[in-house]
Nanobody, 119 residues
Framework: QVQLVESGGGLVQTGGSLKLSCTSS????????MGWYRQVPGKQRELVAT???????NYADSVKGRFTISRDNAKNTVSLQMNSLRPEDTAVYYC?????????????WGKGTLVTVSS
């Protein structure tokens, strides 16, 4: 069982910044990917940013240049620095972890943290 706990969400004005953090606990084998997704009511969950174990990062086009993902492989944590926030960034942000215990791959999600950007 893996638990992911997000923190750092809240209310911020347009142009402001927030930093999300995610800690993991439980039975973890080999993590391949950690990252962040977000979801707005009535829409599908979408990728925000991911960080692979080898160091490769991936960002949604809408956040490139504004958001930065960082990952601590030793602590199995991931954070998301969000700058120049826009009202369209308002969503529930979910921490994501993918791990491998060969031959199985398992995905885990946090419960989410709400980010609200006011105009």
């Amino acid at each position: 069982q893996v638990q992911l706990v997000e923190s750092g969400g809240g209310l911020v004005q347009t142009g402001g910044s927030l930093k999300l953090s995610c800690t993991s606990s439980g039975t973890i084998f080999r993590i391949t990917v950690m990252g962040w997704y977000r979801q707005v009511p009535g829409k599908q969950r979408e990728l925000v940013a991911t960080a692979e174990s080898g160091g490769t990062t991936n960002y949604a086009d809408s956040v490139k240049g504004r958001f930065t993902i960082s990952r601590d492989n030793a602590k199995n944590t991931v954070s998301l620095q969000m700058n120049s926030l826009r009202p369209e960034d308002t969503a529930v942000y979910y921490c994501y972890l993918r791990q491998v215990r060969w031959p199985d791959t398992r995905e885990h999600w946090g419960k989410g943290t709400l980010v609200t950007v006011s105009s």
